[in-house]
């Protein structure tokens, strides 16, 4: 497995809530997948989990090395769980191809939060050389 390009991000629980409080669902459906909306509302609190999310996909930018620019979507970036658990980014559209591109297949996660932090780091992967 080779690495294409690692990304960090740090999001305020905090901040998070107060971007949903002020703008609700015009914030959350330009941002989030429905899939991914399903997942955190079926949390007790979903603004933590919302927050790993959005840190994901920052950090997912950074592997990728683009910010948003170059035509890229939030919903592009959708946060899964694999079977046993552990999170993966599901890339789709330009985000997908500029993935392709850097020579990246998929894109690992750990998403930590607790308290008024959640954090993300992604590795854009790709197969080995050999």
């Known amino acids: ?60 930018l950074k592997a990728l090395g683009t910010g948003m620019a170059m035509g890229v979507r939030w919903r592009e970036m959708e946060v899964r769980r694999l079977p046993g658990g552990a999170p993966t980014m599901e890339l789709s559209g330009r985000c997908r191809a500029i993935a392709q591109g850097k020579g990246g297949h998929r894109v690992l996660l750990s998403l930590p939060h607790d308290g008024d932090y959640a954090i993300a780091q992604a590795m854009l992967v790709g197969d080995s050389a050999e």
């Open 1 to 60: 497995m080779d690495v294409k390009g690692i990304g960090i991000d740090l999001a305020l629980v905090p901040r998070l809530r107060q971007a949903v409080e002020r703008w609700d669902e015009r914030f959350l459906l330009r941002v989030f997948t429905d899939e991914e909306l399903a997942y955190c509302r079926r949390r007790r609190d979903p603004i933590p989990h919302l927050a790993a999310r959005f840190a994901a996909k920052e950090a997912t």
